[in-house]
């Protein structure tokens, strides 16, 4: 079973950078496909950017494409998501999840299609 831990949350002004990292524990099979949500205060859970680590292939809401860059260490069992150009409308909890063990592919960032998730790491995006 794959475990992701978050880090790197923290507070910036707009306009500023972040750079969250998920840490995959106590994984036996390659991992498969992970993404980033979002989730604030009364509102659902949002995708963010995906990643396949078969393929490379990535997605990315559109509220995020040119700003954020999903990419994953193999060696460090490690998925970035480099944020810049952050907004205040950027701020929420961050979580990272998990498809299970070879689902490699997925059609759209539905929390539906993960089952494992991070603890989540708040950002905060003062203006």
């Known amino acids: 079973q794959v475990q992701p831990v978050e880090s790197g949350g923290g507070s910036v002004q707009a306009g500023g950078s972040l750079r969250l990292s998920c840490t995959i524990h106590?994984?036996?099979?390659?991992?498969?496909?992970v993404a980033w949500f979002r989730q604030t205060p009364g509102k659902e859970r949002e995708g963010v950017a995906g990643?396949?680590?078969?393929?490379?292939?990535?997605l990315y809401a559109d509220s995020v494409k040119g700003r954020f860059t999903i990419s994953q260490d193999n060696t460090e069992n490690t998925v970035y998501l480099e944020m810049n150009g952050l907004k205040p409308e950027d701020t929420a909890v961050y979580y990272c999840?998990?498809?299970?063990?070879?689902?490699?592919?997925?059609?759209?960032?539905?929390?539906?299609?993960?089952?494992?998730w991070g603890p989540g790491t708040q950002v905060t995006v003062s203006s």
């Open positions: 106590r994984y036996r099979f390659r991992v498969g496909y």
């Open positions: 999840a998990a498809t299970p063990p070879g689902r490699y592919y997925v059609d759209s960032l539905n929390p539906a299609n993960f089952n494992s």
């Open positions: 990643r396949s680590s078969l393929t490379s292939r990535t």
